[in-house]
Nanobody, 121 residues
Framework: QVRLVESGGDLVQAGGSLRLSCAASGSIFRVGIVSWYRQAPGKQRELVAAIPPGGATNYADFAKGRFAISSDTAKNTLYLQLNSLRPEDTAVYYC???????????????WGRGTQVTVSS
């Protein structure tokens, strides 16, 4: 099984920064794309940033120049650096990972339970 746990969400003032972390554990055999999504109240879940396997990082337009996705394979951790935060960035941020396990060769998209980011004006 695979487990993803996000952390780092907090209440911050506009213009502030946060660093979100997503720790992965379990019998991971192969990893595909890893991503960060977010969902604000009353809105659909939307992609924030992603790292395709062997590819360059990509970002949603609202994230370009402000957010940075990175990973540390040695620590089995995915990060999202949030800078110049705005009230409209308020949302629950989720990490996701496409992976196969030692018990199943099929790629499946795993999700964390999310971490709340609240930006005050």
């Amino acid at each position: 099984q695979v487990r993803l746990v996000e952390s780092g969400g907090d209440l911050v003032q506009a213009g502030g920064s946060l660093r979100l972390s997503c720790a992965a554990s379990g019998s991971i055999f192969r990893v595909g794309i890893v991503s960060w999504y977010r969902q604000a109240p009353g809105k659909q879940r939307e992609l924030v940033a992603a790292i395709p396997p062997g590819g360059a990082t990509n970002y949603a337009d609202f994230a370009k120049g402000r957010f940075a996705i990175s990973s540390d394979t040695a620590k089995n951790t995915l990060y999202l650096q949030l800078n110049s935060l705005r009230p409209e960035d308020t949302a629950v941020y989720y990490c996701s990972m496409d992976a196969s396990t030692t018990s199943s060769a099929n790629l499946y998209r795993y999700w964390g339970r999310g971490t709340q980011v609240t930006v005050s004006s």
